[in-house]
């Protein structure tokens, strides 16, 4: 990511849409209750910080030219998506955990 993306990122102003998502009871609930020990203001917040979290991990994978050229290869060479999804999912996981990533890191 570029220092000027970064820096809009960090923006804590930055114009937002409201949007309507239909998310389970018992998983507002449990929002509510693990965002203030988290630090969050409330459960929407921590919505955003989940939301990311997740993107900026796909938009590292997926914004780099080596990753959509070995997927292109390894499906040439038969490998399943499953097996490709699997193998991105287990080196995002692993790069976020080096990285020391956590959900309180700004969107």
């Known amino acids: 990511m570029n220092t000027e993306a970064l ?7 930055r114009p937002m849409t409201a949007i ?3 998310i389970p009871d018992d998983v507002i609930e449990d929002l509510k209750r693990v ?4 630090g ?3 459960y929407q917040p921590l919505v955003r910080a989940y939301i990311g979290q997740g993107l900026r991990a796909d938009l590292e994978r997926l914004e780099g030219d080596t990753i959509p050229a070995l997927v292109a290869s390894l499906k040439r060479h038969g490998v399943s998506d499953e097996v490709i999804h699997a193998a991105l999912n287990e080196v995002v996981h692993s790069n976020n ?6 959900i309180g890191d700004p969107i």
């Open 40 to 42: 969050f203001s409330g």
């Open 35 to 38: 965002a203030p020990l988290l």
């Open 20 to 22: 309507t998502i239909r």
């Open 97 to 102: 955990a080096q990285k020391g990533l956590s």
């Open 7 to 13: 820096k809009k990122r960090l923006d804590r102003n």
